[in-house]
């Protein structure tokens, strides 16, 4: 590959997707060619994953294959063009989300590591790790109401959308936990200050990526 993807993970509320989105906007500036991309947008499946929710119809099984699918479509169509292509592609979420949200779900780990090998690893995986009580906090202040799946509800934790929100956010957690054992992604205290963070997320893309590499007037 030409290029090279960096991926951020955490609980909802950890503040990945505004490091990215400030990585992003960083590499942007500086002239680097870069794609953004996050989970479970594919216009493709869209439709077919909003019906399934709605009428809560999705058993963990077809819930995991659906949410690879919309996986699949982006990384054929946009991830893996552009890395061949030589961007910075980066990833709000990638495999891990489907690894830990998949096994909260009751879906065995190996299947599910095998049914997203086809996807390259990522060059740096951040991992933004939190209290889950902040991120509860972060998130329960800003969502007037919480989806059913979402909150976890499919799973039968708990009647109360917040407290089943509140269980099912603590079993991702402790999977992730397992999965950084694993996999040994980049953990970032997410308990800082946002500038911090960043300062510390720049400083580690730049030490392993050679990011002169990417900028556009290198395009032949």
Excluded at 175 to 202: G, L, N
Aim: proline share 3%; with cysteine; net charge neutral.
């Amino acid at each position: 590959m030409k290029g090279a993807l960096i991926a951020v993970e955490g609980l909802d509320g950890s503040g990945k997707s505004t490091q990215i989105y400030l990585v992003k906007r960083w590499l942007e500036l500086e002239g680097y060619k870069v794609f953004f991309t996050e989970w479970n947008s594919s216009v493709v499946v869209k439709s077919a994953t909003k019906k399934g929710k709605k009428r809560q119809l999705l058993t963990p099984t077809t819930f995991s294959l659906i949410h690879c699918t919309d996986f699949a479509d982006r990384y054929e169509r946009q991830i893996l063009p552009l890395l061949k292509a030589g961007y910075i592609v980066l990833a709000d979420r990638y495999v891990f989300t489907a690894y830990a949200r998949d096994a909260v779900r009751g879906c065995d780990r190996k299947w599910i590591r095998n049914l997203y090998s086809f996807a390259e690893t990522a060059d740096i995986t951040f991992f933004f790790d939190v209290p889950l009580e902040v991120a509860l906090d972060r998130i329960l202040a800003g969502r007037p109401k919480l989806k059913y799946h979402e909150a976890g509800m499919d799973l039968d934790l708990s009647p109360d959308p917040v407290e089943s929100f509140r269980n099912f956010q603590g079993m991702i957690y402790e999977e992730y936990q397992k999965i950084v054992d694993e996999y040994s992604p980049v953990v970032i205290d997410a308990s800082q200050s946002i500038e911090d963070q960043q300062e510390q997320v720049r400083k580690i893309i730049s030490e392993k990526i050679d990011l002169s590499e990417y900028r556009w007037r290198n395009v032949r």
